[in-house]
């Protein structure tokens, strides 16, 4: 993940803006290391990008604490395939679907909950995002859940009110881990 989003950043060079605005998370340390060599760069301060779609770092640590074996799947991620259905499908490409099926179970063992985020508006999920997301809950036998989403992360984002969710790097500043502890 790392290596596109600096080879995007790059391109980026003779941009005559001020920010670049990464609407990641730090995301498994997937963006450790990005940095702007002319441009400041604006990152929301959360581990996980649910919290952008939940709203705030404060949400999804309410929803961490209440049940920390959460699957969250977004209308996005459905269409692009990261639902455990869709990644069972591409396991069913290099295993025979046994072991596929397996593989996927064993991953997610410790999750109790698939939690489907409505976004609400033009992002509204239609019944077969439901249906899809339903179905994962089956297959993994777990409970299925929907909660409301909210855009209030992405607003402050591309509204410029970078408070205390946000990290600002300056040109040339690298991307570390320790900018995000303490959340």
Request: glycine letters at 8%; proline letters at 2%.
């Amino acid at each position: 993940m790392k290596d596109v989003i600096q080879e995007e950043m790059d391109r980026a060079e003779e941009w005559e803006g001020d920010y670049i605005i990464l609407s990641y998370g730090l995301c498994s340390n997937g963006i450790v290391g990005v940095k702007s060599k002319s441009h400041s760069v604006v990152i929301p301060r959360v581990h996980d990008c649910i919290a952008l779609f939940l709203g705030s770092w404060d949400r999804y640590m309410e929803e961490h604490t209440k049940e920390p074996g959460t699957y969250y799947l977004t209308k996005g991620w459905i269409e692009e395939g990261k639902s455990p259905l869709g990644i069972y499908e591409e396991y069913s490409q290099r295993y025979d679907k046994d072991t596929a099926e397996w593989v996927i179970k064993e991953e997610l063992k410790n999750y109790t909950r698939i939690a489907l985020v409505d976004m609400g508006n033009d992002l509204s999920l239609s019944e077969t995002h439901r249906e899809h997301a339903k179905e994962n809950a089956r297959f993994l036998g777990l409970r299925y859940e929907e909660m409301r989403g909210s855009l209030e992360f992405f607003e402050k984002m591309v509204r410029g009110m970078w408070d205390k969710d946000f990290v600002i790097l300056k040109p040339g500043e690298e991307l570390t881990q320790n900018l995000f502890l303490g959340l």
